[in-house]
């Protein structure tokens, strides 16, 4: 496997004939090679519904936000999870997804609440210091001003660049997810013929994120994210071009501030871990991507344990160096070392004496089948609903109109959503504080004055024709949005539904053709040609 990754994403994403010749050999020799699977390392993972809201910040007169997820029911004491989201390559808009989905695994079984931290929350002063000690210190002040518990724990995932927090807030932490540390060089490797190479291609790594230049900075995804084929190459590639050409000025300035430090000074994180003592021995894990670069991470990572005596090194099986460009599998391979992490100084709130005797042995497999199962089925029938969103939704309305899933969770309070669904469908269950379209009327809309509208239903057709029909007088419709892939997506995306009485529910309805799109756990019932349940009935449900 480290082969055929390498025949698909030498330098520019191009083809490294040397490992392709290399790996047609083993093909001759071991004709059952291509039988692996990276399915069978997939992470176990019970997703559940989770709430997103975002947390402003005010340090030093810089106002910023964070990302809070946090599950339906926050018990007392609960966990917080501090997530520094710094990879320099990684946009927060690709970032976001894949710590949702850590969080759906995370957050209800843990009692957790996620706070991720991401370029925002550091000034362009301090991205124009010649040292990453001033970071350093902004991103600790972010920290210091969240409303969290005294102790917590920390996920560090900046290849390298603000891992040394580990040791300055060693007192307050529980435990700590260390996610692709690199940077960590032998004594003499300044000295070699390596370090100017090096040094070179992250200065031209600069040039290119100082002029934003996203079609050169995708070519570098061959070497951060793992993929073994050119299909999930290029689709990796495309959707990183579409939102890194629509992320802020912020993002290229931490990554030219990123590469410029290892230009300038590649030593800087070596010397700067060498002088570190670590007195507080929080238990945790040092986790690296498996095909990972050997210079930078998979020895780096060693040195670091030196330090850290109590951190143990895990692998993430099939990464690079960038989980969250690597897709929704990994996010779950990710958010199970996470569990691990927890494991050590807590229990999950729901665990049979089962799950429990497997916390002791450290040789239990990741896989529970059951839920394994149910999560690979959730994707294929994902993967369906996009194919059919693209091949047959999305021309109904201009692209603009479509409004990302991932944009409502944290806008509550600035948009007014409208449910154009069928009466017999609304009164079976609906996305919590929307209103039916047979509610809408100018005098309401004059209540929401500022709100974005966006309309939904279960898949994207019926809204998208409500959404333009101009139902009303109010200029707003000229540019009202549409869920993107509807209430379907929604569910996918960890949304809950709430019926009549308010009390959250699985329970739907939906035409025949629409139900196959929704989540193994939704209780659909299906009307239309075959009411009544049909032979979905048996797929999906259970009343």
Same mark, same amino acid.
């Given at each position: 496997m480290r082969f055929e990754v390498w025949v698909q994403t030498e330098l520019g994403n191009g083809k490294f004939l040397m490992a392709k010749n290399h790996l047609d050999s083993l093909r001759k020799q071991m004709p059952d090679l291509d039988n692996s699977s990276q399915d069978t390392h997939a992470a176990k993972a019970d997703l559940s519904p989770v709430v997103t809201r975002l947390h402003n910040c005010s340090v030093e007169g810089r106002s910023f936000n964070v990302r809070v997820w946090e599950p339906m029911k926050l018990d007392a004491n609960p966990i917080d999870i501090v997530c520094l989201s710094l990879e320099f390559i990684t946009p927060a808009r690709i970032a976001e997804p894949a710590w949702h989905m850590m969080s759906r695994a995370i957050c209800d079984q843990w009692n957790a609440r996620m706070w991720v931290l991401d370029y925002n929350c550091i000034s362009s002063k301090a991205m124009e210091a010649n040292s990453l000690e001033p970071l350093q210190d902004e991103v600790t002040k972010?920290?210091?001003?969240?409303?969290?518990?005294?102790?917590?724990?920390?996920?560090?995932?900046?290849?390298?660049?603000?891992?040394?927090?580990?040791?300055?807030?060693?007192?307050?932490?529980?435990?700590?997810?260390?996610?692709?540390?690199?940077?960590?060089?032998?004594?003499?490797?300044?000295?070699?013929?390596?370090?100017?190479?090096?040094?070179?291609?992250?200065?031209?790594?600069?040039?290119?994120?100082?002029?934003?230049?996203?079609?050169?900075?995708?070519?570098?995804l061959g070497d951060y994210a793992f993929a073994n084929t050119p299909e999930k190459i290029k689709k990796?590639?495309?959707?990183y071009k579409a939102i890194g050409s629509q992320e802020p000025a912020q993002f290229f300035e931490h990554a030219a501030f990123h590469c410029g430090r290892i230009q300038e000074d590649i030593m800087e994180r070596t010397k700067m871990y060498m002088r570190?003592?670590?007195?507080?021995?929080?238990?945790?894990?040092?986790?690296?991507?498996?095909?990972?670069?050997?210079?930078? =991470?998979?020895?780096? %990572?060693? $040195? &670091?344990?030196?330090?850290? !005596?109590?951190?143990?090194?895990?692998?993430?099986?099939?990464?690079?160096?960038?989980?969250?460009?690597?897709?929704?599998?990994?996010?779950?391979?990710?958010?199970?070392?996470?569990?691990?992490?927890?494991?050590?100084?807590?229990?999950?709130?729901?665990?049979?004496?089962?799950?429990?005797?497997?916390?002791?042995?450290?040789?239990?497999?990741?896989?529970?089948?059951?839920i394994y199962r149910r999560a690979m089925q959730d994707l294929e029938r994902q993967r369906q609903l996009e194919l059919h969103f693209k091949e047959n939704v999305s021309s109904l309305a201009p692209?603009?109109?479509?409004?990302?899933?991932?944009?409502?969770?944290?806008?509550?309070?600035?948009?007014?959503?409208?449910? =154009?669904?069928?009466? %017999?469908? $609304? &009164?079976?269950?609906?996305? !919590?504080?929307?209103?039916?379209?047979?509610?809408?009327?100018?005098?309401?809309l004059d209540k929401h004055q500022g709100k974005t509208l966006v309309?939904?239903?279960?898949?994207?057709?019926?809204?998208?024709?409500?959404?333009?029909?101009?139902?009303?007088?109010?200029?707003?419709?000229?540019?009202?949005?549409?869920?993107?892939?509807?209430?379907?997506?929604?569910?996918?995306?960890?949304?809950?539904?709430?019926?009549?009485?308010?009390?959250?529910?699985?329970?739907?309805?939906?035409a025949e053709a629409e139900a196959k799109f929704y989540p193994v756990k939704c209780n659909v019932k299906v009307v239309g040609a075959k009411g009544g349940g049909g032979p979905f009935k048996a797929l999906f449900g259970r009343k």
């Amino acid at each position: 496997m480290r082969f055929e990754v390498w025949v698909q994403t030498e330098l520019g994403n191009g083809k490294f004939l040397m490992a392709k010749n290399h790996l047609d050999s083993l093909r001759k020799q071991m004709p059952d090679l291509d039988n692996s699977s990276q399915d069978t390392h997939a992470a176990k993972a019970d997703l559940s519904p989770v709430v997103t809201r975002l947390h402003n910040c005010s340090v030093e007169g810089r106002s910023f936000n964070v990302r809070v997820w946090e599950p339906m029911k926050l018990d007392a004491n609960p966990i917080d999870i501090v997530c520094l989201s710094l990879e320099f390559i990684t946009p927060a808009r690709i970032a976001e997804p894949a710590w949702h989905m850590m969080s759906r695994a995370i957050c209800d079984q843990w009692n957790a609440r996620m706070w991720v931290l991401d370029y925002n929350c550091i000034s362009s002063k301090a991205m124009e210091a010649n040292s990453l000690e001033p970071l350093q210190d902004e991103v600790t002040k972010a920290i210091e001003s969240l409303p969290i518990a005294k102790q917590f724990v920390l996920i560090d995932s900046s290849l390298g660049e603000t891992t040394h927090l580990v040791f300055k807030l060693q007192s307050r932490l529980m435990t700590s997810l260390i996610i692709n540390f690199r940077g960590f060089h032998s004594d003499d490797f300044a000295n070699g013929d390596m370090c100017p190479k090096v040094c070179k291609r992250f200065g031209m790594i600069r040039d290119w994120c100082k002029s934003k230049n996203i079609e050169e900075m995708s070519k570098l995804l061959g070497d951060y994210a793992f993929a073994n084929t050119p299909e999930k190459i290029k689709k990796t590639a495309d959707q990183y071009k579409a939102i890194g050409s629509q992320e802020p000025a912020q993002f290229f300035e931490h990554a030219a501030f990123h590469c410029g430090r290892i230009q300038e000074d590649i030593m800087e994180r070596t010397k700067m871990y060498m002088r570190s003592v670590c007195d507080h021995q929080a238990k945790g894990i040092i986790a690296v991507g498996a095909f990972s670069p050997a210079m930078w =991470t998979l020895e780096a %990572a060693p $040195r &670091l344990a030196e330090l850290l !005596p109590a951190q143990r090194i895990e692998y993430i099986h099939m990464g690079k160096s960038c989980w969250a460009l690597e897709g929704p599998k990994q996010a779950l391979q990710v958010g199970k070392l996470l569990a691990k992490c927890l494991a050590v100084v807590t229990k999950p709130r729901y665990q049979s004496q089962d799950e429990e005797n497997e916390q002791d042995d450290p040789d239990a497999p990741l896989i529970d089948p059951e839920i394994y199962r149910r999560a690979m089925q959730d994707l294929e029938r994902q993967r369906q609903l996009e194919l059919h969103f693209k091949e047959n939704v999305s021309s109904l309305a201009p692209e603009s109109r479509w409004w990302p899933i991932s944009e409502l969770r944290f806008m509550w309070d600035k948009v007014l959503l409208i449910d =154009t669904r069928p009466k %017999a469908q $609304r &009164l079976v269950s609906w996305i !919590p504080g929307s209103v039916a379209q047979e509610e809408v009327t100018q005098a309401l809309l004059d209540k929401h004055q500022g709100k974005t509208l966006v309309t939904y239903c279960q898949l994207g057709n019926s809204s998208s024709t409500y959404a333009q029909s101009r139902p009303t007088p109010d200029p707003r419709w000229d540019d009202a949005k549409i869920l993107k892939m509807g209430m379907a997506g929604w569910c996918f995306e960890g949304g809950v539904l709430e019926d009549a009485s308010g009390k959250l529910t699985i329970d739907l309805v939906a035409a025949e053709a629409e139900a196959k799109f929704y989540p193994v756990k939704c209780n659909v019932k299906v009307v239309g040609a075959k009411g009544g349940g049909g032979p979905f009935k048996a797929l999906f449900g259970r009343k």
